[in-house]
């Protein structure tokens, strides 16, 4: 890691990007957009993201930018034409904070400070209870049974109206399985079935495989229906005291992958930080004398896979990218990093230190670890007699190489480091995802928040980019054309944002063969830099 730092190119001069996690206003009403070049007519549907856009109530301020109030957005495109709104999730945080006109429910790196109004007692004795789990869910939109959600990283998620974007009934995961959080990262199967992982603790710390049935007959009322949701696996912590963080999992067509990583959660702390008043992302810490462990579980039966356990140096991942079965390997791609210190730095306060030197001299984009793609060979046919140390990876296209102790392959070449590494990947997933494939698409890391897009081929390396100064780029999200017939037939959109002058965000539409711009939708808006989003091909 140390090594890839020195490698990747020092930052200097670094614009401020403070004007991109600034509160904005919600358009609820959808407004036209700006075309310039042409926005293929086959594209139907809306572009749907997520993120942070309200960070403070009154004189209440949050302390980190995960900690934003939820802001969804809607790029309807229909006939070439593409229209705009945004609303804020009305989940429960975001009204007990607005009716209050102050911080009342506690985020990730934000604690509700105890009701003023309340006497010293009750005060101190609010310390000692667990705060309940916040509903902001602000990190993506997700769909079970046919129905659109957002989602955290909590317990509750809420359904929401992908049209008019209207915040529906919040959703407990706790009412319907033994669960006390899922991800915002499900995996879907080609039958329309959900998959999720959750935590659930008691006398141990387990990590849950999770499946919610495909749509069935809907019923006629308007109403949330996780009904058949089942944990199929439950995985128990190495460390139940220590057990680890996991923002997403690995799925192929016949496994599902958890890796346990030596992001650490602190349970001790977590009840010691509540009485002491202190914020959650504090109770995350990077522990590199944990190994990181890849458990294989069958996602037909819910069995865990063999009795050997797959072992690797520890890193750390927040995204994968695909996994695919081929001659008995286990092929997984994924975004990693080896240095885990960072999450609880994505401070406001450090993403709205001004241009040039006050953003050199604290440096926290050059302290970042570089996040790169990287790809895990497992085999499938080893067992305990198999000698530790015999090259496993027989597959001849593969440089991995995997000796029951560390099997792995850089999935890239140095000319990345000069953006930043990537990280926000996305595939051709309805046709590709736990299959074989070629390309995916991600944002280059040459500031604090995305300032490239990029799309990489997995059989030769090969970068294509799309990089201009002064403008950050979303998640790319791939939309296949109708007649598509190779696997980067179609476009690629993201929201591009900027924060040299207000009110100039544009949805990009790249095509995605080529990498190269077709069109743009520019709207009259300012929106903060977000998370995650989808395309909802019904519009």
Not at 2 to 11: D, H, I, K, S, T
Not at 302 to 309: C, I, W
Not at 506 to 514: I, M, R, S, Y
Request: aromatic share 12%; net charge negative.
């Amino acid at each position: 890691e140390v090594e890839f730092r020195q490698r990747c190119p020092q930052a200097k001069g670094l614009e401020s990007i403070e004007p991109l996690v600034r509160s904005v206003e919600e358009t609820p009403d959808p407004i036209p957009t700006t075309i310039t070049g042409t926005i293929p007519s086959w594209i139907n549907g809306s572009f749907l993201r997520n993120g942070p856009g309200k960070f403070e109530f009154g004189k209440d301020r949050y302390t980190h930018w995960f900690d934003g109030m939820a802001m969804m957005h809607r790029f309807h495109i229909c006939e070439g034409n593409v229209t705009y709104s945004s609303r804020f999730l009305r989940s429960d945080s975001y009204i007990s904070n607005s009716e209050k006109n102050r911080i009342v429910v506690s985020e990730f790196g934000t604690l509700a400070m105890p009701d003023p109004c309340k006497n010293i007692f009750a005060r101190f004795f609010s310390r000692f209870q667990v705060p309940k789990a916040t509903d902001n869910a602000s990190v993506n939109f997700v769909k079970y049974k046919g129905d659109y959600y957002v989602s955290t990283e909590t317990n509750y998620m809420r359904r929401v109206d992908p049209q008019s974007l209207e915040t529906k009934e919040k959703v407990d995961w706790s009412q319907y399985i033994a669960v006390n959080s899922a991800t915002a990262h499900p995996h879907y199967d080609r039958e329309g079935a959900t998959y999720n992982m959750g935590n659930s603790y008691g006398k141990s710390f387990f990590y849950n495989v999770i499946r919610v049935p495909p749509p069935g007959e809907k019923a006629t009322e308007d109403s949330a229906d996780l009904d058949g949701a089942k944990v199929i696996c439950s995985i128990r912590a190495a460390e139940p005291r220590k057990p680890s963080y996991f923002h997403s999992f690995v799925m192929s067509e016949n496994y599902i992958v958890f890796i346990e990583q030596p992001i650490k959660l602190d349970l001790l702390k977590f009840m010691l930080y509540r009485i002491q008043g202190k914020s959650f992302h504090k109770v995350m810490t990077w522990d590199p004398q944990y190994e990181t462990i890849f458990h294989l579980v069958d996602r037909h039966t819910g069995k865990v896979g063999y009795e050997v356990k797959y072992r690797a140096a520890p890193m750390f991942t927040l995204h994968q990218i695909n996994a695919f079965e081929e001659d008995g390997f286990l092929v997984m791609d994924m975004c990693c990093g080896d240095d885990g210190e960072v999450i609880g730095d994505f401070t406001l306060e450090n993403l709205r230190r001004g241009p040039g030197e006050e953003m050199d001299k604290v440096n926290f984009y050059n302290s970042l670890c570089r996040n790169l793609p990287r790809r895990y060979v497992l085999p499938l046919t080893v067992d305990e007699q198999t000698p530790l140390d015999q090259n496993l990876v027989t597959l001849h296209k593969y440089t991995a190489t995997a000796k029951k102790t560390k099997p792995r392959e850089e999935l890239h070449d140095d000319e990345l480091l000069q953006y930043g590494g990537l990280e926000f990947p996305q595939i051709n997933y309805n046709q590709y995802n736990g299959r074989p494939y070629r390309y995916f698409y991600s944002c280059g890391f040459g500031h604090v928040f995305a300032d490239s897009l990029l799309k990489m081929d997995v059989h030769t390396k090969e970068l294509k980019v799309w990089r201009y100064p002064g403008l950050y780029p979303s998640e790319p999200v791939f939309v296949a054309s109708p007649k598509a017939t190779e696997e980067d037939d179609g476009v690629v959109l993201s929201v591009i944002v900027t924060p040299r002058e207000e009110k100039s965000t544009f949805l990009l539409v790249l095509d995605a063969k080529t990498f190269t711009e077709l069109g743009r939708a520019e709207v009259p808006v300012t929106i903060p830099f977000g998370t995650h989003g989808v395309f909802n091909e019904m519009g």
